[in-house]
């Protein structure tokens, strides 16, 4: 990938290629990699080794350069070529905007923007504020694929008009798919979602839904009208390999969320701030456990670079969250425990991907020596 930056004076970025475990070097955070200036080129060349569902993003500026569309999908295809009517990748975000409609100034991030993160108030999908719209087969049989590129909050989602189950999340094909009534999409996650509409239904929707003051609001994002000839309806045998549990634990990683509020707002790791932290190590190909303990009353989405991880446990309670991934959400108070083999090695960024969060401090770097 050849990236030049066209950006303003001043405004250098890099490009870093969420969940993708790729050789360090080209990781595109500035940890590893000088960030690219205005005019400047940098060529990204790095070898795939998992299919799935992942996006792109800047890590210089992020709350602010991502925030204004710096952002986009990535599809790696399995080597099967599975029979689809359609393959449709969802990009849903939140952004503020102005009464002009532009983009509203970066507010003080000691304020509510420090606090939660920055909330817009216009929801996007594919970069646009209107619904999309598109046919869909009756009992046709489509793969949806979507992302919360949002700087904060997260989304709830649900389809309407079809029936439908989680195929992947973050990564690679799950062995079981599962059903939900509605999937909680932290900033950062995937999920792949196979959707067969109705024969009798007139449309398929995927709708975001918030919290309102007494019940949920219901925001359309795409509407398919059915129609054409009625497809086969069954579910695919996606033929997803079983996922190997992460057995020989031999090294923990503690790492404890918190805020500090004493003289500014700060969000640390192990109580320093990013600015402030010796980076954690951790030795290569010798599979370890993360514990995480979140002393805030915030939620955080936890984002490792590099590595997948297993979700094994939650206050104690066996996690009820398959597959491997690289983005878990951590409630306020919750305790975590994740598994993984640690087998990419080299420096690699671990923080909150509520981007404020990490603007203020909430970033640590772990080396897999």
């Known amino acids: 990938a050849v990236f030049t930056n066209n950006l303003p004076e001043g405004e250098a970025t890099t490009i870093h290629w969420h969940g993708l ?58 080597e099967i070529d599975y029979a ?25 991030l000691q304020g509510p923007d420090g606090v939660h993160g920055r909330h817009g108030n216009m929801l996007l999908i594919n970069g646009e504020a209107e619904p999309l719209s598109d046919t869909v087969r009756p009992s046709g049989v489509e793969r949806w694929r979507i992302v919360n590129t949002a700087n904060a909050r997260t989304m709830w989602v649900t389809v309407k008009g079809a029936d439908w189950r989680v195929i992947a999340v973050d990564g690679p094909l799950l062995p079981q798919p599962y059903t939900a009534d509605y999937l909680r999409v932290p900033v950062g996650r995937r999920f792949d979602l196979e959707v067969i509409a109705h024969g009798d239904a007139d449309e398929v929707s995927l709708e975001i839904m918030l919290p309102g003051e007494s019940a949920w609001n219901y925001y359309p994002m795409f509407v398919g009208s059915v129609e054409g000839e009625a497809g086969a309806g069954e579910q695919i045998d996606w033929k997803a390999p079983a996922i190997p549990p992460v057995t020989g634990v031999e090294q923990t990683t503690e790492l404890e969320l918190n805020v500090n509020s004493d003289t500014a707002l700060e969000w640390t790791i192990n109580g320093d701030t990013y600015a402030e932290a ?10 370890g456990e993360v514990l ?10 936890f984002h490792l670079h590099g590595q997948f991880f297993q979700v094994v446990e939650r206050n104690g309670e066996p996690a009820e969250q398959p597959g491997w991934h690289d983005t878990v959400l951590v409630e306020g108070q919750d305790t975590l425990k994740l598994l993984t083999n640690w087998d990419n090695p080299g420096r690699w960024m671990a923080h909150c991907h509520i981007l404020e969060h990490a603007e203020l401090g909430m970033m640590r770097e772990i080396v897999v020596e």
Not at 84 to 107: M, P, Q, W
């Open 278 to 287: 010796d980076d954690i190590r951790v030795q290569h190909n010798v599979p």
């Open 84 to 108: 689809l009517d359609k393959d449709r990748y969802f990009v849903i975000d939140d952004v503020r905007v102005d009464d002009d409609g532009d983009f509203a100034a970066v507010e003080n």
């Open 21 to 78: 475990r790729i050789a360090n070097d080209m990781d595109g955070v500035p940890a590893v990699q000088s960030p690219v200036q205005p005019g400047e080129t940098f060529t990204y060349e790095f070898v795939v080794p998992d299919s799935g569902s992942y996006w792109y993003h800047p890590h210089v500026r992020t709350n602010v350069q991502l925030e204004r569309g710096l952002y986009g999908a990535i599809v790696i295809h399995e």
């Open 292 to 301: 995480i303990t979140n002393l805030s009353a915030f939620e955080h989405p």
